[in-house]
């Protein structure tokens, strides 16, 4: 099993139709991260969603292992987490990390931000460095 954690709205939604309201814009965008998130985990493999993402709000990221430019003593932020699992999860690994390469294909991806998200996050998935806002763990 992989979990994955991110300070990205990803809500899963299930909105796919076109918006007609502010609240519909929203949530298809809210839809629309999600999206992004799955499509990219099965560029490798097929995914089983276990756990759909559950939204944990104004939470103390400090135990977590994002980025130093989150300040988890200062705020409190939305976290997002959801577990899924293949029947392929070596497809996932790199020589040195049973996710590294979904840290790689995840990285600077565009996302949709202004939504439910209290980080910023600049539009994009960040895997690396002082902005890391998602990661994975294998378990």
């Keep these: ?23 519909q814009i929203v949530q ?4 629309r991260n999600y999206e992004t998130f799955i499509q990219l985990i099965s560029l ?5 969603l276990i ?3 559950q939204q944990i709000e104004n939470i103390d990221i400090g135990d977590y292992e994002f980025g130093s430019y ?10 997002w987490i959801f577990d899924f699992n293949s029947d392929h999860l070596d497809s996932y690994a790199t020589v040195n990390n049973p996710v590294g390469s979904l840290t790689n294909d995840f990285n600077n991806i565009p996302i949709i931000s202004g939504l ?9 998935i960040s895997t690396h460095g002082e902005h890391l806002n998602t990661y994975f763990q294998c378990f």
């Design 51 to 53: 756990h759909a993402p």
């Design 70 to 79: 989150y300040m988890p003593s200062i705020f409190q932020y939305n976290l």
């Design 28 to 31: 298809r965008n809210q839809q």
């Design 116 to 124: 439910s998200e209290t980080a910023s996050i600049q539009g994009v």
């Design 1 to 23: 099993m992989i979990r994955c954690y991110t300070l990205v709205d990803i809500t899963q939604t299930g909105f796919t139709r076109k918006p007609k309201t502010p609240e």
């Design 44 to 48: 490798r493999s097929q995914p089983q």
